[in-house]
């Protein structure tokens, strides 16, 4: 369960919309995946993968269309962590229902990442994204 609150803001309004709808979908698949609700962890596994891709390629394009340097390093991880959550959807969706795979990976590995991301590579992105806007401008 992350709070609003502990939401990382960036400089960019529209990163941060996509950042909460995340945080929204990710409580909702923690809750469902808690009261071992099959239906609903599916759906909202299958709705984060969705949102992941909008919200990875959404950065990774302003970053190209702005030639931002360490493009490949902030690439790598949305890949990385895309995988992972196409991973546990599949193991889940083919499996018995795992639910404490889910709870383990969501809890416990999807969103302190998630923060620290936010945090360290999107902090400086947005700001890069910003400025190369201005300059434009
Ligand atoms: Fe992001
Ligand atoms: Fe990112």
């Known amino acids: 369960m992350i709070t609003q609150e502990q939401l ?5 309004p529209s990163m941060n919309d996509t ?5 929204i979908l990710i409580n909702q698949l923690s809750a469902a995946a808690a009261s071992k609700n099959v239906a609903a962890t599916k759906i909202f596994l299958e709705e984060l993968v969705e949102h ?7 950065e ?15 690439k790598a991880q949305h890949d990385r962590v895309l ?8 193991i889940f969706c083919e499996g018995e229902g795992d639910f404490s795979l889910v709870t383990a ?11 620290d991301h936010i945090q360290t590579l999107d902090t400086v992105t947005a700001m890069f994204l910003v400025n190369a806007t201005k300059a434009q401008s």
């Open 52 to 58: 992941t891709i909008a919200h990875f390629s959404g």
């Open 19 to 23: 950042h909460l709808e995340d945080i």
């Open 8 to 12: 990382p803001m960036v400089a960019m």
């Open 83 to 90: 995988q992972e959550i196409k991973n546990v959807t599949k």
């Open 60 to 74: 990774e394009a302003m970053m190209q269309e702005h030639n931002f340097p360490p493009y490949p390093i902030h």
């Open 105 to 115: 990976y969501v809890d416990g590995s999807l969103t302190p990442w998630l923060i």
